[in-house]
């Protein structure tokens, strides 16, 4: 589980996070939306320990963000927006050397790497540089690093960005998949038709704050009649209304 208590963050005179408060579960996909701007990708970072917040708690699992945050990265599977591979290595070089900076021993991290370039369909670009990539590519590969470890809780910005139609069912099959092993998913998206194939629980970020959580069902009764998307619009352009 990820527990996000009242976290705050300022970026000079910018107050991009303003007390968050939220929780992912085991066994569950919880979405994260919110628009351009919104404060998701902050938060998203601060989750993966690139930076710290200002105030407020995070734990993931029994750990405290703040207090160990190396200990919380082993237990995170991380896909960054942009996938931010190193574009001299090779495919598998890349998985491989996540698995190793994980202290993975080499049988089984050779083990697992070719699992993965087997179950993301990247065995004609495994050991091609990762900077001739295309943005789907990328993606894959990025998945795979995030995953090279079995992590429990898993943090996915955007994770269909550039995948086509197919690649696009094949990992929402797998996160499907995840969810069911028990894995605390947290993944931020746009795209409103994944979000309604995928997610168990909605968190809506507008304004740094949260404006609306809670699932899709109890969202649906909060608001007879609305498609997600008009959902999304009203909790979005109430909090722009309420800091105008």
Not at 77 to 101: C, F, K, M, W
């Amino acid at each position: 589980m990820i527990d996000v208590q009242n976290v705050s963050k300022r970026f000079g005179a910018v107050r991009a996070l303003d007390g968050v408060t939220f929780a992912a579960g085991d066994g569950r996909i919880t979405g994260l939306l919110g628009p351009n701007g919104a404060g998701k990708s902050t938060c998203l970072r601060i989750l993966s320990t690139v930076i710290k917040p200002d105030g407020g708690r995070v734990r993931v699992g029994d750990t405290d963000l703040a207090a160990a945050p190396l200990v919380a990265r082993r237990l995170l599977g991380v896909l960054p927006h942009g996938s931010g591979l190193y574009p001299q290595l090779t495919a598998r070089e890349n998985v491989e050397y996540y698995g190793r900076l994980h202290g993975l021993p080499e049988p089984l991290l050779k083990q697992r790497a070719e699992a993965l370039i087997a179950r993301l369909d990247l065995g004609a670009i495994a050991d091609r540089k990762a900077k001739g990539f295309s943005q789907g590519e990328k993606t894959k590969v990025a998945l795979a690093r995030a995953l090279v470890h079995e992590p429990q809780h898993l943090l996915l910005d955007e994770p269909t960005s550039g995948l086509d139609v197919m690649a696009t069912r094949h990992l929402r099959e797998w996160l499907r998949e995840l969810r069911a092993q028990g894995r605390c998913v947290l993944l931020s998206s746009h795209v409103m038709q994944e979000v309604e194939a995928l997610v168990d629980d909605l968190v809506i970020i507008a304004g740094g704050r949260v404006t609306l959580s809670g699932t899709p069902a109890e969202l649906a009764q909060r608001y007879p009649g609305r498609s997600l998307e008009e959902i999304f619009v009203a909790a979005v352009s109430g909090a722009e209304h309420a800091t105008t």
